[in-house]
């Protein structure tokens, strides 16, 4: 899941540099929830192309590009810069 969320973003906006981090170990015991697996992720993205948009536009823009993804990710923490 981490390279298709890399793949899709890098193929899709502008980015100077990203990191996808899979967070999903964090939330063991949360519903059941073991900790395995890839369900909670962390996007931090260097762009210019959404920093000089509004950030409800350019999270916008974000979770459209993931569409598909987002129907699997439990949780995506996004910071922009």
């Not at 981090?21 to 192309?49: P, T, V, Y």
């Not at 948009?53 to 590009?65: D, L, P, S």
Request: hydrophobic letters at 40%.
């Amino acid at each position: 899941m981490k390279a298709k969320i890399t793949n899709k973003l890098q193929d899709n906006i502008k980015i100077e540099e990203l990191e996808v981090i899979n967070e999903s170990h964090m939330h063991a015991g949360h519903n059941g929830f073991d900790g395995s697996g890839e369900s909670h992720f962390r996007l931090k993205i260097k762009s210019a192309e959404l920093a000089n948009i509004a950030k409800v536009k350019a999270h916008q823009k974000i979770y459209k590009t993931l569409a598909d993804e987002m129907q699997i990710i439990h949780a995506l923490a996004i910071e922009i810069n």
